[in-house]
């Protein structure tokens, strides 16, 4: 069985956009409001590039500054992976396929 890739997208950006933030050092102080320090450049790296993680306090602080849900800041789907009959057996049949046989050890040689 072919495990599922999951892809998701940071839409941050676009619903700044949409509150009318327009600047990434904008969020630093209202963050800090919210009890999250952040420096500039992570602020900067947070808005500009997909981050691999995060804490749910900055997803929480981010939310609540731009009156969204967490959905609207992460898009979640699935990439299409190889289905059965692209190539791509969907069981193995070991009857059909050669086993290799047992080495038999002779003690008298």
């Not at 990434?24 to 500009?48: F, H, I, K, T």
């Not at 981010?62 to 898009?75: A, F, N, R, V, Y």
């Not at 070991?94 to 040689?109: F, G, K």
């Given at each position: 069985?072919?495990?599922?890739?999951?892809?998701y997208?940071w839409?941050?950006?676009?619903?700044?956009?949409?509150?009318?933030?327009?600047k990434?050092?904008?969020?630093?102080?209202?963050?800090?409001?919210?009890?999250?320090?952040?420096?500039?450049?992570?602020?900067?790296?947070?808005?500009?590039k997909?981050?691999?993680?995060?804490?749910?306090t900055?997803?929480?602080?981010?939310?609540?500054?731009?009156?969204?849900?967490?959905?609207?800041?992460?898009?979640v789907?699935?990439?299409?992976?190889?289905?059965?009959?692209?190539?791509?057996?969907?069981?193995?049949d070991?009857?059909?396929?050669?086993?290799?046989?047992?080495?038999?050890?002779?003690?008298?040689?």
């Open positions: 069985m072919t495990a599922r890739a999951v892809t997208t839409r941050l950006r676009e619903v700044m956009a949409a509150q009318g933030v327009w990434a050092p904008d969020l630093v102080p209202l963050l800090a409001e919210r009890g999250v320090e952040l420096s500039v450049s992570q602020v900067y790296r947070l808005v500009n997909t981050p691999v993680r995060m804490t749910f900055t997803l929480a602080a981010l939310c609540d500054i731009l009156s969204c849900d967490p959905s609207e800041l992460i898009g789907g699935v990439a299409p992976g190889p289905r059965p009959g692209n190539d791509v057996p969907a069981t193995i070991l009857a059909a396929r050669r086993r290799p046989r047992r080495a038999r050890v002779d003690p008298d040689r």
